[in-house]
């Protein structure tokens, strides 16, 4: 919608009320159609009704015992036969065989099987009368074709089937519904011929307006709108087309705006040029002499910090040593301590160690004793099998000997691994003890020199620091008095300073505007002949 032009925007209502009065022609259409095609069902379902309570009361006759069924059903035929509704509307009595009962129209069709009949487009009718009747409900509508009586050409018929049960007969009443559709498409023609009048009406108001508008307009509103946004961003370089003559559009009145502020601006640069010229040459005079001042200021005053960080640096460099004096002193009673408690632990791993050597032993005659008690076992074994059935037993219990035996033999000897492996562990961890021992020892040997040279840094920090701070107070003493020499040239410079300020927002408030310097003359807006 938005890259649509005026135009188009001012005629898509048009378009608009076209599609809807269309649609709503050919919707009423269809609704009047189906009112008929509803009026057309009612009656169809009345008549049938009427015809099915006659039947009824010949049959209850029957049931009376009044009349015979021949006889009823005689008269029921001739009854109904008789009857008609709107000029050539009739009731046809078909039985549940498909063998037309009666015909009002066609006589010779009375008896006639028709279960075979199809119409002009193929339908089996009389299949069709009997599906219905054999429905749940027992009745129903359906649709078909039949010629008029006298014509051979058929035309479409909506009918009304309902079952007469204790007869097995199906009444069906039907209709001819062409005119219903000749009615239709008369209704669409008419809908058609009013549709394009109004039409034809709505389009003459509608390009009497839109004219109005663009004249008021002056031109495409999207022009107007673009010009004015770089205007408000300060770009008057653009131009606007404007009709030859107009002067009184949203579009003439724009491009005169643009060319009144191109005059405007024009003038107002020339004029801020020139003061800002002059007055960046008094503020320039101004700031060299304030920053010379300024910078001796700031050295004096950063010596003096300096002076005052290194006096600080100082002091703390001389806590910071005795500090480090105490410490140091305290670190080679605590290193001397850890040297006698690793020379107790190199003891104690030496214990461990003599310990395990004995377990390994000790280990060695249990194998020793399980290999030999293997061996008796299987000497056993062979004079049991000697002996026969009275070795039998015997037999047995050295077999159990046996099993013990290698048992305690894998036992022993997965006990003499683990044990070996920590007899060698033992030892590594008694070298490392003991090369920690060595190590505490030369680091109390260290930490003894370091106590005594930090003990020395510490006394001439001490010097150091009186010395500085009365560097310190000399040159705090300059500092002052710089400080109010550079505060006289300040106020000097910041009262140029301001004016400079003041200049260059004029500039910067004029610089929005762009201005179009090869144009020759402000205000020549483009014509549209």
């Known amino acids: 919608m938005n890259n649509l ?18 649609f709503l022609s050919v919707w009423h259409a269809y609704q009047t159609r189906d009112l008929q095609i509803s009026e057309r069902q009612r009656a169809l379902e009345d008549v049938t009704e009427m015809a099915y309570s006659l039947i009824s009361g010949y049959a209850k ?20 036969r008789d009857q008609r509704y709107t000029g050539d509307g009739y009731v046809t009595l078909v039985g549940g065989d498909s063998v037309i009962v009666m015909h009002p129209i066609n006589t010779k069709l009375d008896g006639k099987n028709m279960i075979d009949f199809k119409d002009a487009k193929g339908n089996e009718l009389y299949k069709m009368i009997a599906a219905t009747g054999s429905s749940a409900s027992g009745k129903g509508f359906l649709e078909y074709w039949w010629p008029r009586p006298g014509a051979d050409k058929p035309s479409p018929k909506m009918g009304f089937v309902k079952r007469f049960k204790p007869w097995n007969w199906d ?9 219903i559709e000749a009615d239709f498409r008369r209704a669409l023609v008419q809908a058609v011929v009013v549709l394009v009048g109004l039409g034809v009406l709505l389009s003459l108001i509608a390009g009497m307006v839109s004219r109005n508008i663009f004249r008021s307009i002056g031109g495409e509103p999207t ?17 606007i087309r404007t009709v030859g003559g107009d002067s009184h559009s949203l579009v ?37 002499l304030s920053n010379r001042t300024e910078q001796q200021a700031g050295s004096l005053e950063e010596t003096a910090s300096a002076m005052e960080e290194l006096t600080s640096t100082v002091k703390q460099n001389a806590a910071n040593a005795q500090h480090a004096n105490q410490l140091a002193a305290t670190a080679s009673k605590v290193a001397i301590e850890g040297g006698e408690v690793v020379g107790q632990v190199v003891q104690t791993m030496a214990s461990i160690n003599e310990s395990s050597r004995k377990i390994v032993d000790i280990i060695s005659v249990i194998d020793g004793i399980a290999f030999q008690t ?36 894998a036992a022993a000897k997965e006990i003499k691994g683990l044990i070996d492996d920590s007899v060698g562990k033992v030892d590594a961890g008694t070298h490392l003890v003991q090369q920690a021992g060595q190590t505490m020892q030369e680091v109390v040997a260290s930490i003894q020199g370091v106590s005594t040279v930090v003990h020395e840094i510490a006394t001439a920090s001490h010097e150091q620091s009186s010395g500085i701070e009365q560097v ?13 020499n550079a505060a006289l040239v300040e106020q000097a410079a910041a009262a140029a300073q301001s004016l400079q300020e003041q200049a260059d927002k004029l500039v910067r408030l004029v610089g929005v505007f762009t201005l179009d310097r090869t144009r020759a003359a402000p205000g020549s807006a483009q014509l549209l002949n």
């Not at 005026?6 to 269309?22: C, E, G, N, R, V």
């Not at 299987?378 to 015997?394: D, I, K, S, T, Y």
Request: a negative charge; one cysteine or more; charged letters at 25%.
């Open 5 to 22: 032009s005026l135009k188009k925007k001012l005629w898509l209502p048009l378009i608009f009320s076209w599609m809807a009065l269309l």
């Open 61 to 80: 006759l029957e049931g009376e015992g009044k009349m015979s069924r021949e006889d009823a059903q005689k008269g029921a035929i001739a009854r109904v």
């Open 171 to 179: 009444l069906i009443c039907s209709v001819y519904s062409d005119d």
């Open 223 to 239: 022009e107007a709108a673009d010009m004015a946004r770089k205007i408000a961003a300060g770009d008057l370089t653009g131009s």
């Open 252 to 288: 003439a009145a724009v491009a005169y705006t643009r060319d009144r502020l191109v005059d405007t601006v024009h003038g107002i640069q020339n004029a801020t040029e020139s003061i800002k010229t002059s007055v960046d040459e008094i503020a320039t005079g101004n700031m060299d």
């Open 374 to 409: 293997n061996i008796l076992a299987l000497n056993a074994a062979v004079e049991a099998a000697r002996a026969g059935e009275q070795g039998r037993g015997f037999a047995v219990v050295a077999s159990e000997v046996r099993s013990l035996a290698q048992r305690s033999a």
């Open 472 to 484: 310190g107070h000399a040159i705090t003493q300059m500092d002052e008095t710089t400080q109010q």
